[in-house]
């Protein structure tokens, strides 16, 4: 009898004997004494077939032998003991500590990449903020730079697009009327953003802006949602902390002050709208679903911008020009504002992919703060304490609203 149960590339093989050695596998007691397997014969094993890439294979690559080969002396009667098992039931043996291994692997890994994803997004949106605003304080104008700002995002899809660096989604007619909702509110929350930076500093607006969780508790109750008290009760020292803010702001302008709740009003009716007529278009992921969003908002914004403030521009230019001194640091810092506006929009798309909405929730509140701080820290802008307090404030509760509406939405999740 010739068993070989090695692949033909191996050197060990069992030769003919005259000795009955029974193979102590309960999966093979049912052969008796002889076991025969003919190297003529396929045997279908159809729980091994995935084990491999290529659909067939030798009978011995479905086998692993542990222990006992480098004992066997074919001098005596009798080898060494030795067993024969499964591949499915050696890796059930060896499973415990790999699986520990891979899981701690698994989460160092997550980690790390965590960390990356929320470096990028913090990092981008401060340079953002701080070009963004270099930039409107010689040139202030908006609505213009606001446009460029949703022109550069457009070039920057349609070039990731067109190189397949970023699949191209295939969209039809129903998906861009589905998006022009979303994209009008999205362009309503962009240029009202704007418009506060021009006018009050970056820091107020953002205390302002994360007042944005109670236009969106508000609204959706209006449209029928149901939320718990503890949302509601979260709801107000964000309320509290923004009042306090607003009254003791150092730059406070009215302009600058409904520039940034507008802002809210347009991102929270983005949000409930996109959630309404966007559910048959899952397919097309939170990148390729902002880049639209830009390439519409664009069209939507630069005609009212020319309008609004068009005839203003070339005088606006040459001031910009005079003041800083030389015209590529002006260009420079419109360039890093459009730049940095797509990618730090994008990095927040990317982050809401890969994480729950709760630590999406928790970080936005945090780039909050730093953008607060950095801005201060970099414009020097005078800050009161009771302004910093007012702030504080506000923070808090909207990390305490996105505790709350996190359990709400567990609560629905477990009720489905």
């Known amino acids: 009898m010739l068993l070989n149960i090695l692949p033909s590339s191996s050197s060990l093989s069992f030769s003919k004997t005259h000795k009955k050695y029974p193979i102590k596998n309960p999966n093979f007691t049912h052969l008796g004494s002889r076991t025969t397997i003919s190297h003529h014969q396929n045997p279908k094993v159809s729980t091994f077939n995935n084990i491999h890439t290529h659909p067939t294979h030798k009978v011995s690559s479905f086998f692993k032998i542990q222990h006992g080969f480098s004992n066997f002396d074919p001098n005596h009667e009798k080898p060494t003991s030795y067993t024969v098992k499964s591949v499915s039931e050696s890796n059930q043996d060896s499973t415990p500590d790999g699986e520990i291994e891979k ?25 953002f903020n701080i070009y963004n605003k270099k930039a409107l304080n010689v040139f202030p104008y908006p609505w213009l730079l606001a446009s460029f700002q949703l022109l550069v995002g457009s070039v920057w899809m349609l070039v990731l697009w067109s190189t397949k660096l970023q699949p191209c989604p295939k969209i039809d007619k129903s998906f861009i009327v589905a998006l022009l909702g979303p994209a009008l509110f999205h362009t309503i929350g962009h240029i009202s953003a704007c418009v506060s930076f021009s006018k009050v500093a970056v820091s107020f ?9 109670v236009f969106s508790v508000v609204f959706s109750s209006a449209l029928g949602d149901s939320y718990p008290l503890s949302v509601w009760l979260s709801i107000l020292p964000i309320v509290m902390g923004c009042s306090l803010a607003a009254v003791t702001e150092v730059s406070f302008n009215l302009g600058g002050l409904w520039g940034a709740m507008i802002s809210n009003v347009g991102f929270v009716l983005r949000n409930i709208y996109s959630k309404k007529s966007l559910q048959n ?64 929009n994008q990095s927040s798309y990317q982050a809401l992919d890969d994480i729950s909405p709760l630590t999406f929730s928790v970080g936005n509140t945090m780039k909050r703060v730093v953008v ?20 504080a404030i506000a923070i808090l509760g909207t990390f305490l609203y996105s505790q709350a509406s996190s359990k709400k939405k567990a609560a629905v999740e477990k009720k489905d």
């Open 372 to 391: 607060i701080v950095s801005s201060v820290i970099v414009f020097r802008n005078p800050v009161r304490p009771l302004n910093a307090l007012g702030s």
């Open 103 to 127: 899981d701690s692997s698994n989460k160092s890994n997550k980690t790390l990449q965590l960390a990356i994803v929320f470096g990028f997004w913090y990092f981008q949106n401060i340079v």
């Open 281 to 344: 278009f899952k397919q097309v992921n939170g990148l390729n679903l902002y880049g639209w969003i830009t390439i519409l908002s664009f069209v939507y914004l630069f005609p009212v911008a020319v309008f609004v403030e068009g005839s203003q521009w070339v005088a606006g230019y040459h001031k910009a020009i005079a003041t800083v001194g030389t015209p590529s640091t002006f260009y420079l810092w419109v360039m890093i504002s459009g730049v940095f506006y797509h990618l730090y």
């Open 205 to 213: 607006t953002h205390v302002i802006k994360s007042a944005e969780p």
